[in-house]
């Protein structure tokens, strides 16, 4: 497909019109930004990996019945999406204490939380994406509460599923992040990407970090990292 006007620029994608006004082409950037962009760097073949990554676990929940914007992968770092307006809330998930969760609450890292913990923030790069409840939610009048309730649900259904997938892949799903829009249907579903840019993964037999803390604290090869989990992922084989 070829790749038109480009409509939205971020930090890890870029999006184009198609012929067809309810699909977009994004393309996957090299770029990684981490602190609210504070520390940037180009990273050759980050877009690539992250695309395929994320169109496969893309695949795997649409395969488990939860709706999100994934319609095909394109090329090594293009894939197809539905057009989706942004909900400005990302909603986070989380099983093991790490990153902004240790440090609010004065926890260790790696501590297996109790249950899983659903975070939104307020999406809001001048904010610092603020930390936010439903009040606040209410408050900025954001999103219905009926639709938050089903962002909810749905988050920690995506949480179920990728457990076991990246189980299967010897990956500890500790953290991720997921963002939500409606297309134009009005229907509510994932948009977005799920990627090591967008969750922590850890080896599950060492805890080694193959997400963006590699890059964040400095600790390695981003590019190493990425791969082994699309190597991993790719020789997943998902459970029916
Ligand atoms: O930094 P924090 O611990 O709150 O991040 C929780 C999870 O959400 C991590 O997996 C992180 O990569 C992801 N995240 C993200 N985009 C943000 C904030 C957090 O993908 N803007």
Redesign the pocket.
């Known amino acids: 497909m070829e790749s038109k006007q480009l409509v939205y620029e971020g930090k890890a994608k870029k999006l184009y019109k198609t012929d067809d006004a309810d699909l977009l082409l994004v393309q996957y950037k090299n770029d990684l930004t981490a602190f609210n962009g504070q520390k940037k760097a180009t990273e050759h073949g980050k877009g690539a990996l992250n695309n395929q990554i994320s169109s496969l676990i893309f695949n795997v929940l649409q395969t488990k019945g939860i709706p999100n914007h994934w319609v095909k992968q394109l090329s090594e770092d293009k894939q197809l999406v539905k057009h989706t307006n942004i909900i400005p809330i990302?909603v986070?998930v989380r099983n093991v204490s790490?990153?902004?969760?240790a440090k609010r609450l004065g926890l260790s890292e790696g501590d297996l939380l109790s249950q899983p913990i659903v975070e939104f923030?307020y999406k809001d790069d001048e904010l610092g994406?603020p930390l936010i409840n439903e009040d606040h939610i209410r408050l900025l009048d954001l999103v219905e509460s009926s639709v938050l309730l089903n962002m909810k649900e749905l988050a920690h259904q995506v949480n179920l599923v990728l457990i076991d997938y990246f189980k299967q892949c010897d990956l500890r799903l500790v953290?991720?992040?997921l963002e939500f829009g409606f297309d134009s249907n009005g229907e509510l579903m994932l948009s977005d990407e799920i990627s090591p840019?967008?969750?922590?993964l850890w080896d599950i037999h060492t805890n080694q970090k193959l997400d963006?803390d590699v890059f964040r604290q400095g600790i390695g090869s981003v590019d190493e990292a990425y791969n082994v989990v699309l190597e991993r992922l790719k020789g997943a084989v998902s459970h029916g």
């Open positions: 990302e986070v790490a990153g902004s969760l923030y994406d953290d991720f992040k840019d967008t969750c922590r963006k």
